[in-house]
């Protein structure tokens, strides 16, 4: 395998890519997993799209020939695709049906035209819509170049769910520190009150238990899923006019209804008792499973070998554990930071402890250095990571520079971050929830503020019951979040911006955790 650098995209290759390549390829001699961690501008993806086109080369015969690349966002797939496809390379995509138009009909996605096809059987044989749907349909010709394909690059949520994949040789998990939170997604269950007693016209009683939550759900909320979905698919077919045509509404409708009912079937043959969280709250019911372990080999049994890249694996064990995979069968590579450290500079400046029981008091003394901070870039813009909702408010309402705020709530942060990216102004992000998947590079953000850090909330039932039964775990994810959101605004080895730690708090959490961060960030931590 010496001739790797044959398929290598770039003329230059650099040294923190030559030694994860190497690596990886003496790994797979003997191992199925290489978990390989690099900082932001590591390079990751050249890494993965040339380990694929080497291993391509070696087919041991049980798995396809060819690779899979997963992301968790589709706009990180549409940058795989804008590096890796023709003509620069064989990379094809794919997405859900409900991200391609019907060819037929304009106004429906694929994945509703489909759904109603399917319900409407040999009813719709010979109309246009179903002869357009089958010879000419954009989702089915792109799921057939992507199967045809040797590269082929998709997102975590479609990929658990297409059961009709088979198993490739090489699997590559980009940002693989969100693959547990993918897995538990794929197999959770949230189910709205609105449509049990407005759809199915059901009473929801009061339950005792999650156990009898559980028992309520199979023996009579599944049955009138089920009733209810017959009758859809029923009314499809009778309201099928002599074109071939239904109600657009309907057609939407029993897509929605037709992807949950298949869900809840595939939670009923998952749940265990001891091993899922119930959440009963005014909006919904919920169960979601407390560890990906136990499901991982749906997505494993993908690959022959397995190549998982992130930023942010941290702890080797606590992440082989959330997975399920033997480490004996992992080999590990953390690479260093090639961004000059001048350039990255991180300064703890604390203002005042933001753990529930000191937040109120310490909030006028927070408020106070972001001012200051913000005096001292007044041209500049930012990103101030909050923690939560409450924090982001109390600084934007008590701060002086509020006109320069573009604060985040529960429904706008597409809208505030078109904004930032737009304006000509010096604004400033307040944000509970862009630690991830948020690229603020160059003047998008010559300095970021961490306020409070990204402790999660122990009110959640999931949180409270994972830090019960995992030791380490909570400050793991804490860590894990930390590392996320200082790495927003410097992008490339050029890029620079200040980072300022104000939460009292991390003084102790640092000291406690330091073992387990890249020395590139312990190098640029100023105490």
Same mark, same amino acid.
């Given at each position: 395998?010496?001739?790797?650098?044959? $398929?290598?995209?770039?003329?230059?290759?650099?040294?923190?890519?030559?030694?994860?390549?190497?690596?990886?390829?003496?790994?797979?001699?003997?191992?199925?997993?290489?978990?390989?961690?690099?900082?932001?501008?590591?390079?990751?993806?050249?890494?993965?799209?040339?380990?694929?086109?080497?291993?391509?080369?070696?087919?041991?015969?049980?798995?396809?020939?060819?690779?899979?690349?997963?992301?968790?966002?589709?706009?990180?797939?549409?940058?795989?695709?804008? #590096?890796?496809?023709?003509?620069?390379?064989?990379?094809?995509?794919?997405?859900?049906?409900?991200?391609?138009?019907?060819?037929?009909?304009?106004?429906?996605?694929?994945?509703?035209?489909? $759904?109603?096809?399917?319900?409407?059987?040999?009813?719709?044989?010979?109309?246009?819509?179903?002869?357009?749907?089958?010879?000419?349909?954009?989702?089915?010709?792109?799921?057939?170049?992507?199967?045809?394909?040797?590269?082929?690059?998709?997102?975590?949520?479609?990929?658990?769910?297409?059961?009709?994949?088979?198993?490739?040789?090489?699997? %590559?998990?980009?940002?693989?520190?969100?693959?547990?939170?993918?897995?538990?997604?794929?197999?959770?269950?949230?189910?709205?009150?609105?449509?049990?007693?407005?759809?199915?016209?059901?009473?929801?009683?009061?339950?005792?238990?999650?156990?009898?939550?559980?028992?309520?759900? %199979?023996?009579?909320?599944?049955?009138?899923?089920?009733?209810?979905?017959?009758?859809?698919?029923?009314?499809?077919?009778?309201?099928?006019?002599?074109?071939?045509?239904?109600?657009?509404?309907?057609?939407?409708?029993?897509?929605?209804?037709?992807?949950?009912?298949?869900?809840?079937?595939?939670?009923?043959?998952?749940?265990?008792?001891?091993?899922?969280?119930?959440?009963?709250?005014?909006?919904?019911?919920?169960?979601?499973?407390?560890?990906?372990?136990?499901?991982?080999?749906?997505?494993?049994?993908?690959?022959?070998?397995?190549?998982?890249?992130?930023?942010?694996?941290?702890?080797?064990?606590?992440?082989?554990?959330?997975?399920?995979?033997?480490? $004996?069968?992992?080999?590990?590579?953390?690479?260093?930071?090639?961004?000059?450290?001048?350039?990255?500079?991180?300064?703890?400046?604390?203002?005042?402890?933001?753990?529930?029981?000191?937040?109120?008091?310490?909030?006028?003394?927070?408020?106070?250095?972001?001012?200051?901070?913000? #005096?001292?870039?007044? $041209?500049?813009?930012?990103?101030?990571?909050?923690?939560?909702? %409450?924090?982001?408010?109390?600084?934007?309402?008590?701060?002086?520079?509020?006109?320069?705020?573009?604060?985040?709530?529960?429904?706008?942060?597409?809208?505030?971050?078109?904004?930032?990216?737009?304006?000509?102004?010096?604004?400033?992000?307040?944000?509970?929830?862009?630690?991830?998947?948020?690229?603020?590079?160059?003047?998008?953000?010559?300095?970021?503020?961490?306020?409070?850090?990204?402790?999660?909330?122990?009110?959640?039932?999931?949180?409270?019951?994972?830090? #019960?039964?995992?030791?380490?775990?909570?400050?793991?994810?804490?860590?894990?979040?930390?590392?996320?959101?200082?790495?927003?605004?410097?992008?490339?080895?050029?890029?620079?911006?200040?980072?300022?730690?104000?939460?009292?708090?991390?003084?102790?959490?640092?000291?406690?955790?330091?073992?387990?961060?890249?020395?590139?960030?312990?190098?640029?931590?100023?105490?």
């Amino acid at each position: 395998m010496t001739d790797w650098k044959k $398929n290598f995209p770039l003329p230059v290759i650099r040294s923190g890519q030559e030694q994860a390549i190497e690596f990886a390829l003496e790994t797979f001699k003997t191992k199925k997993y290489v978990v390989l961690e690099a900082p932001t501008g590591a390079g990751k993806s050249m890494i993965g799209v040339t380990l694929a086109r080497t291993l391509a080369k070696f087919s041991s015969g049980d798995f396809k020939t060819g690779s899979y690349f997963l992301t968790t966002q589709k706009m990180l797939q549409d940058q795989y695709l804008t #590096d890796f496809a023709p003509p620069k390379g064989e990379l094809v995509s794919i997405k859900s049906a409900a991200n391609f138009q019907c060819s037929y009909h304009s106004e429906r996605t694929c994945s509703e035209s489909r $759904n109603a096809l399917n319900a409407m059987g040999s009813l719709a044989h010979g109309t246009r819509w179903f002869k357009t749907c089958m010879g000419q349909c954009p989702y089915k010709q792109a799921k057939k170049d992507f199967i045809e394909g040797v590269e082929g690059v998709t997102n975590y949520s479609y990929f658990l769910l297409d059961s009709g994949l088979e198993p490739r040789q090489f699997l %590559v998990c980009d940002e693989a520190h969100t693959i547990a939170d993918a897995i538990c997604k794929w197999i959770s269950i949230d189910i709205s009150k609105k449509f049990i007693t407005t759809a199915l016209s059901l009473d929801i009683p009061k339950f005792k238990t999650d156990a009898d939550l559980y028992q309520w759900v %199979v023996k009579t909320y599944h049955p009138e899923l089920t009733i209810y979905h017959t009758m859809l698919k029923e009314t499809i077919q009778n309201d099928m006019d002599m074109s071939g045509e239904i109600n657009a509404k309907i057609a939407k409708r029993f897509d929605t209804v037709d992807r949950h009912f298949h869900k809840m079937v595939e939670f009923i043959q998952f749940y265990y008792p001891e091993g899922w969280i119930v959440t009963d709250n005014e909006k919904s019911i919920s169960f979601k499973p407390l560890d990906a372990a136990k499901y991982s080999n749906s997505l494993f049994r993908m690959g022959e070998k397995c190549l998982l890249m992130s930023a942010t694996i941290l702890d080797i064990d606590m992440f082989c554990k959330d997975l399920g995979i033997d480490k $004996n069968d992992v080999g590990f590579l953390r690479l260093d930071s090639t961004f000059p450290i001048e350039n990255r500079k991180i300064d703890y400046v604390p203002m005042g402890k933001m753990s529930k029981a000191s937040q109120e008091a310490s909030l006028p003394n927070l408020i106070s250095g972001v001012d200051i901070i913000l #005096d001292g870039h007044p $041209n500049s813009k930012g990103i101030i990571h909050v923690g939560n909702f %409450v924090v982001g408010k109390a600084i934007y309402e008590g701060s002086k520079h509020k006109s320069r705020f573009l604060l985040q709530d529960e429904f706008n942060k597409e809208m505030i971050l078109a904004e930032h990216f737009s304006s000509t102004k010096p604004t400033v992000l307040i944000s509970p929830s862009m630690t991830e998947g948020v690229d603020l590079k160059d003047d998008l953000s010559r300095f970021q503020i961490i306020a409070k850090l990204p402790f999660p909330y122990l009110g959640d039932k999931y949180v409270k019951a994972k830090f #019960d039964k995992q030791d380490g775990w909570y400050d793991y994810v804490t860590l894990r979040a930390f590392v996320q959101s200082i790495g927003r605004s410097v992008r490339h080895e050029t890029d620079w911006a200040a980072t300022y730690i104000l939460d009292e708090c991390f003084d102790y959490f640092y000291k406690k955790n330091k073992h387990r961060l890249p020395k590139y960030i312990t190098d640029s931590i100023k105490l």
